[in-house]
């Protein structure tokens, strides 16, 4: 299970889309807990969409990877960038958030 431990967390607001090609669909408010000195994981942060959906990441200098509930363990993600045309939206495979007030390093 992913735990984010209770020291170093910051939390920020922010709009969550999914992606579907050259489109972003269904805008949500989330929240991004960050941990920046995560113990196992180096950076390490959860998504929790208004709808409830809950999303782990992690990037421990080898790219950054997805908690599975449905298979409990990581897995890579294959694609990271900056939506086309929206500078501040930021895609991890069909999954998008506004990093316009959120800090990336």
Not at 85 to 104: H, Q, R, T, V, Y
Request: with cysteine.
């Amino acid at each position: 299970m992913v735990n984010l431990g209770e020291s170093d967390l910051q939390n920020y607001q922010t709009i969550c889309y999914q992606r579907q090609g050259d489109k972003l669909f269904s805008p949500e408010d989330c929240i991004v807990t960050i941990e920046f000195n995560h113990p196992e994981n180096g950076i390490a942060w959860e998504i929790v969409a208004r709808s409830g959906q809950r999303y782990y990441y992690r990037n421990n200098g080898e790219g950054i990877e997805l908690w599975s509930h449905l298979t409990q363990q990581w897995f890579k993600i294959d694609q990271v960038n900056w939506f086309p045309g929206k500078e501040k939206i930021l895609c991890w495979d069909n999954f998008c958030a506004e990093w316009s007030e959120l800090p990336l390093a």
